[in-house]
């Protein structure tokens, strides 16, 4: 008997008709047909943006970023860049002549530079390692870049190249590690280290600022900043972490070194966790940066520091803001921060005073990816997203007044295609406290039929589901499912204690949460109970393979790179200190990576289930996804494998998710009878689908 629940329903739709009338259903094909807008950057006068587009070539495989400009108010649009190689990263030059920019046109990722007045641009550096992240210095005599290189070599160039060179013509072909940490994310080290360098403009001259055996900056999945020039160009503040076991430490410290060269100082070494990403207030007084306080935990809530050059004084700013800060600017005047918060699903824009520490909400646009402050501090450029609307640039006075929509690169196919935006609903979950729930109904909804329900559980599992386009919430709709998306124990933006709640407790508050979900979910006159599945990545993939054992709720299940058994887990991961924090300990010291461990209930599979996984996932090791598929199979559960050779935790978005859509399409359809792939999938394996 269906359960009768009480659930909380927050509608943000429809004035006049449905928003889907006289357009046609989302598909994979137009997943890429959108433009990915990004990186928007502000010429110092104030008076134009540069920005980056890339575009997508589905039956090719291949994407394509070009840099474009216009004007402050969105006018005057034009593409600055029409090379067939990559180009992105546009920064402007202090004086606002050259823009610089990385691109892969020769030597793989270079600085080039492009004078704004025309011409054409010439390149800047040549290193056979590659660059990353370059930052103007202020005079604009000097760019840093960061680069991953043998230590014994630094700025050698030849070095590196004739080392290198060995490694991949040589008959023997061996990883070699006397330590842990020997591999990261989806690479190995092979005895690399990341170094920051500064090139003249004029010369092209290499320096390597940060010599010795450390990653400096450190590695970062985010991004982040890693380096910095004060504001009088005569330092750089660069992020770094020297403790001894690297495998088992978030810490991370601020170091400054001058331009010139010499030992750097470590100025946050009080603090055994996370200090990172470092930027100067414009008067030179402070750098601020975001710090953790627990050490080995990396899901402890960011917090906005500011350190004080003069005093050496360190000052926490948000403390009062019970959510993790996410990025930050200075304002011109160096009065105030303004700074990105994960908040309820969304991601805001706050302002918070250096002297007070008050903060106030700019503004809440859904889901603002990146932004920057105009040089007179009187308004902001911002990429943002929905559910239902792709990312664009928009712009917003400081007041949070003003909002007006800078680009159209998308337009023409939300005015073609039903995007469809997302509903919420909460649910009292575990503890009784509230879950979060967004709703995306399919195509052609109507209230008087019922639909297949996909449930999808995300990653992390410290993370959030936010109101932001993805793939997901758009491929499915329009293939005639429901899709709902679960922000339950463990999910950021509701508080940390939230947050915290999931750490040593797995398959606690959080199952219950996801089955209570399900439930009112179950409950709503519109959704088919007999004909629900359920999907997830990474530890939403473990959320899969867990509930593969405790319950035949489902009809079906999809897990992408999941954790099947944590004590194999533990041996092959990279970071260490999360399951050791998350698991309260080794697996010599903790019962709990048994009493947790999907693979310790196979006897109970039951429910046919897709396995994805990445051949190059360090994080989460392929051989998980291989063990699980081989219980499944052993016990006849119908079960499928696809295995992705090149790819690591998060597949290439157009090599390899298309397949990764159709697929889930594909196995949703069979068993719970909506819409299918449109191309065999046996035939996309073999390259042989178009």
Not at 241 to 250: E, G, I, P
Not at 366 to 371: G, P, Q, R
Not at 432 to 461: A, R, W
Not at 481 to 492: D, E, K, M
């Amino acid at each position: 008997m269906r359960r009768t629940l009480v659930v909380a329903w927050a509608f943000v739709l429809l004035l006049s008709g449905p928003v889907w009338a006289g357009k046609r259903a989302f598909t994979i094909e137009d997943l890429y047909r959108i433009k990915n807008v990004a990186d928007p950057q502000i010429s110092p006068d104030g008076k134009q943006i540069a920005f980056v587009v890339t575009e997508y070539n589905l039956r090719e495989g291949k994407s394509n970023s070009d840099l474009w400009l216009m004007n402050a108010d969105g006018t005057h649009l034009r593409q600055l860049t029409h090379s067939e190689a990559a180009d992105w990263y546009p920064r402007w030059s202090p004086d606002g002549k050259t823009i610089l920019f990385l691109s892969t046109r020769k030597d793989g990722a270079q600085i080039w530079l492009l004078p704004v007045e025309g011409g054409e641009p010439r390149q800047l550096t040549k290193m056979s390692t590659g660059v990353s992240d370059p930052v103007w210095s202020p005079d604009g005599k000097w760019i840093a870049f960061s680069s991953s290189v043998f230590p014994e070599c630094g700025a050698d160039d030849s070095c590196n190249r004739a080392i290198q060179e060995k490694m991949n013509d040589g008959p023997i072909q061996a990883h070699l590690a006397d330590e842990l940490l020997y591999r990261h994310w989806d690479f190995w080290k092979d005895g690399k280290v990341v170094h920051t360098f500064v090139v003249e403009v004029e010369s092209g001259n290499v320096r390597d600022l940060t010599p010795g055996p450390f990653d400096a900056p450190a590695f970062s999945l985010e991004g982040g900043r890693g380096y910095v020039f004060s504001p009088d160009g005569k330092e750089i503040c660069f992020v770094s972490n020297h403790d001894r076991d690297q495998a088992l430490s978030t810490n991370k410290d601020l170091w400054v070194v001058p331009v010139t060269g010499g030992d750097p100082v470590n100025i946050t070494d009080d603090n055994e966790a996370y200090d990172a990403d470092p930027l100067y207030s414009p008067d030179g007084r402070y750098i601020a940066y975001r710090m953790q306080k627990v050490p080995g935990y990396e899901s402890d809530r960011f917090r906005l520091a500011v350190y004080d050059r003069k005093t050496g004084t360190k000052r926490v700013l948000t403390e009062a803001f019970d959510n993790w800060v996410v990025d930050f600017r200075w304002s011109p005047d160096s009065k105030s921060i303004y700074f990105l918060g994960e908040v309820r699903g969304h991601v805001p824009l706050y302002r918070v005073d250096v002297a007070t520490g008050k903060t106030n909400l700019v503004v809440d646009d859904k889901t603002i990816d990146a932004f920057e402050v105009a040089p007179d501090g009187k308004w902001i450029a911002y990429v943002r997203r929905s559910v239902a609307e792709p990312r664009e640039i928009y712009r917003v006075t400081v007041a949070g007044t003003g909002r007006k929509r800078l680009t159209e690169f998308n337009k023409p196919i939300e005015e073609e295609v039903d995007i469809r935006p997302a509903e919420e609903m909460w649910v009292k979950g575990a503890d009784g406290d509230s879950i979060h729930v967004f709703v995306v109904k399919p195509h052609g909804f109507d209230p008087s039929k019922k639909y297949p329900l996909i449930l999808n559980v995300h990653g992390g599992p410290q993370s959030q589901w936010a109101d932001a386009f993805r793939g997901d919430w758009q491929v499915y709709p329009g293939a005639g499912y429901i899709v709902a998306f679960p922000n339950p124990h463990g999910s950021t933006g509701y508080g940390q204690r939230f947050t915290e709640s999931i750490s040593g407790d797995w398959g606690g508050k959080v199952m219950e949460d996801i089955m209570k979900v399900t439930d009112a979910l179950a409950a709503l006159p519109w959704v088919d109970e007999e004909r629900m599945g359920a999907m997830g990545w990474s530890w939403g993939g473990y959320a899969m393979m867990w509930l593969e054992g405790h319950t035949d709720r489902f009809k079906c299940l999809a897990a992408m790179m999941g954790v099947y058994d944590l004590r194999s887990m533990y041996g092959a991961t990279e970071e260490l200190w999360f399951p050791e924090w998350d698991m309260k300990g080794t697996p010599w010291t903790s019962d709990l990576y048994e009493k947790f461990s999907p693979s310790n209930y196979v006897v109970n599979f039951k429910t046919p289930c897709l396995v994805i996984t990445g051949e190059l996932d360090f994080r989460v090791p392929y051989t998980q996804s291989l063990q699980f598929f081989t219980a499944l199979q052993r016990r006849g559960v119908p079960s499928r494998l696809i295995v992705f050779k090149n790819d690591g935790h998060w597949p290439n978005f157009v090599k390899s998710m298309p397949l990764y859509y159709a697929a889930h399409l594909d196995w949703f359809s069979r068993w719970l009878g909506g819409g299918g792939s449109p191309w065999p999938i046996e035939k996309m394996v073999r390259n042989m689908a178009w």
